[in-house]
Every structure is written in structure tokens, then in C-alpha cells.
């Protein structure tokens, strides 16, 4: 079956620090891959989507790339700020009918001033 | 703002207790889902409404009881909650039958069982 592994955290980082959250997935065939950022109090907002190999997903200064080869969707951003400070989500589905979305733990990133 | 809103954001509750939880989604689509979060924990599917049918019931126990009108409105019934059951209780939807299957979340209802 589906299932995605991402680093465990807390993370903690000072403003204007380089992000990385590293995410890997199990599939069949191709799924699609996302990225979803939990912030205090709130439900889940996808951040960013890739649909297919070496697609890059970007938003809000936050980019992945879809590695085929590594299984990999590894979050990245070059300078955090405080308003980062939040939960991030690994998520795949599919492929195919397969809508549902596995998520992976969630690492949460403290950025401090 | 999401499309998706959720009602009551918190809820505290005895054992004994009876109590709803709602969904509404505002984005035009076609499918819904509840998901637990507990602390430390992943999320957990737990109900899955595709054109207000149920394809999707990852054994829940039975004092949860989902309820989906009609493909805006989704429910979840709680009677004889443990305190385990205490999480974040969240709705999703999205629209199916599209290669990309993003879901869009609500804000989530906070419960606690007491």
C-alpha cells in the first residue's frame, strides 16, 4: 500500500535560516505528492502539488522537487521566518482511483527571532 | 478562507453525552471526509463520502455515526465518546473524478471528552 515517511522534528531554526524537511514515499506506479502546513489553531492548507517525476511544486517561498528515482518530495526553503512556525504534512494518493490521501507524521517547525 | 467550515471549533462532553459535529463545504464538490488527529499521532481517515455515498469506513467504532445529506453537508454523531477519543476532529472535501486529488480541509473541531 501507500504510505510516506518524513523526518521527525521538532525543528527548531533562527529567522532567515535555510528549511529542509525531508519526505519519502512507497507507491505503485505514480502518485501525486503534496505538501500541507498545519498552523496553531488551524486545520490543514495544502502548500504546494506535484503530479508527476521532477515536477517542482512552489508557494510562499517553499519549493519540492518530485524525485522518481529517490521516492523523494523533500521540502525546502532558503529563509524561514517566524510566520513559518507551523506543522508540516507529507502527503500522497493514487495512483489511478486511489483518492485517498496518506499522510505522513508531521514535523513541526519552530522558527524563533 | 478554506470553503470548508466546521461547527461548533470546540466541544467538551461527558461520557454519556450526545452531540453532533457539522461540515459544510462551500467549493462545489463532490466528496467529503472525517479525520481524526490526536497528539503525536497521524492523521486518520476515518469516513469517506463520495456522492453522498460511504465508500470508506476504517473501523471506526460504532459511537461515531456519519451522516451526509447531501454532497455540501457532512455530520458526525458522537454517543458514549471514551476520553480517548479527545482530538482534533477534521473535515475534508474534494472533487473527484480529476487526475489531481486534492483535498481542502476545514478548521477542525476540538473534543474533549470528559
Known amino acids: 500500500g501507500n504510505s510516506v515517511t518524513q523526518m521527525e522534528g521538532p525543528v527548531t531554526l533562527s529567522e532567515e535560516a535555510f528549511l529542509t524537511i525531508n519526505c519519502t514515499y512507497t507507491?505503485?506506479?505514480?502518485?501525486?505528492l503534496f505538501w500541507y502546513v498545519q498552523y496553531p489553531g488551524e486545520g490543514l492548507q495544502l502548500l504546494l502539488k506535484?503530479?508527476?517525476?521532477?515536477d517542482k511544486g512552489s508557494n510562499k517561498g517553499f519549493e519540492a522537487t518530485y524525485r522518481k528515482e529517490t521516492t523523494s518530495f523533500h521540502l525546502e526553503k532558503g529563509s524561514v521566518q517566524v510566520s513559518d512556525s507551523a506543522v508540516y504534512f507529507c502527503?500522497?494518493?493514487?495512483?489511478?482511483?486511489?483518492?485517498?490521501?496518506?499522510f505522513g507524521a508531521g514535523t513541526t517547525v519552530t522558527v524563533r527571532a | 478562507e478554506t470553503g470548508v467550515t466546521q461547527t461548533p471549533r470546540h466541544l467538551v462532553m461527558g461520557m454519556t453525552n450526545k452531540k453532533s459535529l457539522k461540515c459544510e463545504q462551500h467549493?462545489?464538490?463532490?466528496?467529503m471526509y472525517w479525520y481524526k488527529q490526536s497528539a503525536k499521532k497521524p492523521l486518520e481517515l476515518m469516513f469517506v463520502?463520495?456522492?453522498?455515498?460511504?465508500?470508506e469506513n476504517n473501523s471506526v467504532p460504532s459511537r461515531f455515526s456519519p451522516e451526509c445529506p447531501n454532497s455540501s453537508h457532512l455530520f458526525l454523531h458522537l454517543h458514549t465518546l471514551q476520553p480517548e477519543d479527545s482530538a482534533l476532529y477534521l473535515c475534508?472535501?474534494?472533487?473527484?473524478?480529476?487526475?489531481?486529488?486534492?483535498?481542502?480541509f476545514g478548521p477542525g473541531t476540538r473534543l474533549t471528552v470528559t
Open positions: 467549493l462545489g464538490h463532490n466528496a
Open positions: 463520502y463520495n456522492f453522498k455515498e460511504q465508500t
Open positions: 475534508a472535501s474534494s472533487q473527484e473524478g480529476r487526475d489531481l486529488h486534492e483535498q481542502y
Open positions: 506535484a503530479t508527476k517525476a521532477d
Open positions: 502527503a500522497l494518493s493514487g495512483p489511478w482511483d486511489d483518492y485517498k490521501l496518506s
Open positions: 507507491a505503485t506506479g505514480y502518485p501525486s
